[in-house]
Nanobody, 122 residues
Framework: QVQLVESGGGLVQAGGSLRLSCAAS????????MAWFRRAPGQEREFVAT????????YYSNSLKGRFTISRDNAKNTLYLQINSLKPEDTAVYYC???????????????WGQGTQVTVSS
């Protein structure tokens, strides 16, 4: 089992920045890929970005590319999401996810955190 705990969310003005963190514990040696998703009020969960835990290769949602940067610190077992130039439409609960195999379809990740709320005021 892998436990994931997100932090770093909060209330921020439009144009500001946030760095979200996701601390992984448990059987983290089995983690192959990690990702960030978000769910805005009244909407379905949306993919943001994913990263290969070993190589650092990353992939972003085409619609969000440019303002979001995913990274990881293997020594700290921590995943990050840097969000710049925040917009009100970025308001959502942000979730991190982990999977033991490198190939994942959609949101079929085995492990999920509880989420951290990001609210962007205009």
């Amino acid at each position: 089992q892998v436990q994931l705990v997100e932090s770093g969310g909060g209330l921020v003005q439009a144009g500001g920045s946030l760095r979200l963190s996701c601390a992984a514990s448990g059987r983290t040696f089995g983690t192959s890929v990690m990702a960030w998703f978000r769910r805005a009020p009244g909407q379905e969960r949306e993919f943001v970005a994913t990263i290969n835990w070993r190589t650092g290769d990353s992939y972003y949602s085409n619609s969000l590319k440019g303002r979001f940067t995913i990274s990881r610190d293997n020594a700290k077992n921590t995943l990050y999401l840097q969000i710049n130039s925040l917009k009100p439409e970025d308001t959502a609960v942000y979730y991190c996810a982990a999977h033991p195999r490198p190939q994942v379809t959609g949101d079929q990740y085995d492990y999920w955190g509880q989420g951290t709320q990001v609210t962007v005021s205009s």
